[in-house]
């Protein structure tokens, strides 16, 4: 078997042109569709952010941006939505790296939204966690005609008003591990809008980076850490509170697309050929991801925290449990044999594997 050289790759993936890089998209959102079909999920939770892949000085369309470990390197900065259940990455949209973590955000937002209700049921709860770079009122105004649940840090804006009422706050109403929280009806004169707001103030021991934040400090109770979420679901302050904290999940994810299947590798000059490889990275990670949910993937316990709902394997640990295996190489009548010595775990892990493949075709 000859394997291609790298330029031989990279003159494939220039061939890509907008048309094609939308057919690898469909590819990804059909695959990923039919794996919800068959888990039977009774809600989807979908995680937005975005990524800093770091790119040479060459590279088009790479520019300056929020780069935290190389500040002064171009950058792209594609967004993606992964689906907590289930670990899939939904849909990924390459942007240069010198643009806001929201833009674009709108489009992606009402494309992704359309595709789920085409392809799925449309009575399938949809339930959106962000980051306050996606505080806004387009995004906002989006998620509630399409009937979509959300909760989205709350930048603490002067604009908004938030810090004179935290600091005239006198009490706080309990929550485990010391924290405190209080519920508000927030108006926001420029969006003609009334949001429900939790905000939250967590003790820390030591000064932080935060603690500058909103520059609060009593000498009785100590530093704090104040953070804020707007949602329209019915969640409680504590649930809400773990409902967030789930978007954690998905930098797991995000680190074994980039250390395991090279979605942060930049094989060419080329915008086109990079977002097709950036694509193309994303659709193994999914094939991965559906072919656990078919033979290996167990259930987890239900959390409040909404994150992954099945035990699944990164590639590296399926590679050393299914593929690295001892074997040599013998000659018992002249001819060339390779034997494997499989442990009995891997045999029955195989043999269990190929059966549950077999009932799937």
Not at 113 to 137: K, N, S, T, Y
Request: glycine residues 6%; contains cysteine; hydrophobic residues 40%.
């Amino acid at each position: 078997m000859r394997l291609p050289r790298d330029r031989s790759v990279a003159r494939w993936l220039k061939r890509f042109t907008l048309k094609s890089l939308q057919a690898l998209v469909e590819i990804n959102s059909q695959m990923v569709c039919e794996a919800i079909e068959r888990q039977g999920l009774a809600r989807l939770t979908v995680d937005i952010d975005g990524s800093v892949i770091t790119t040479g000085a060459t590279v088009s369309w790479a520019f300056r941006g929020f780069n935290p470990h190389h500040r002064k390197d171009p950058s792209y900065y594609p967004i993606l939505a992964h689906l907590a259940q289930t670990g899939h990455i939904l849909r990924v949209k390459n942007r240069p790296g010198n643009v806001h973590d929201s833009k674009g955000a709108v489009a992606f937002l009402r494309d992704l939204i359309e595709d789920l209700r085409v392809r799925l049921p449309r009575h399938l709860p949809l339930e959106f966690r962000m980051d306050g770079a996606f505080f806004q009122r387009e995004v906002i105004g989006l998620l509630e005609r399409r009937g979509a649940a959300y909760a989205i840090k709350v930048p603490f804006f002067k604009w908004l008003g938030l810090v004179p009422l935290i600091r005239e706050r006198s009490r706080w109403h309990p929550l485990p591990q010391g924290m405190g929280f209080f519920e508000l009806s927030l108006t926001v004169p420029a969006w003609e809008k009334t949001l429900r707001v939790v905000v939250y103030r967590k003790p820390v021991h030591h000064k932080s980076r935060k603690n500058y934040q909103l520059d609060l400090f009593d000498p009785d109770d100590g530093y704090f850490e104040y953070s804020a979420v707007t949602t329209n679901m019915a969640l409680s302050a504590a649930s809400l509170w773990d409902f967030m904290a789930g978007r954690g999940a998905q930098e797991k994810t995000f680190g074994e697309l980039k250390g395991q299947w090279a979605f942060d590798v930049v094989p060419t000059h080329h915008y086109g050929a990079n977002s097709a490889w950036q694509q193309i990275s994303v659709l193994g990670h999914n094939l991965l991801r559906s072919f656990q949910l078919q033979t290996t993937a167990t259930n987890k316990p239900r959390s409040r925290k909404r994150t992954f709902g099945f035990v699944l394997r990164s590639l590296k640990t399926l590679r050393f449990k299914l593929i690295h295996q001892p074997a040599r190489l013998l000659r018992p009548q002249g001819y060339p044999v390779l034997r494997f010595s499989v442990a009995k775990p891997a045999q029955a892990l195989i043999q269990m594997i190929d059966q549950k493949l077999k009932m799937a075709a």
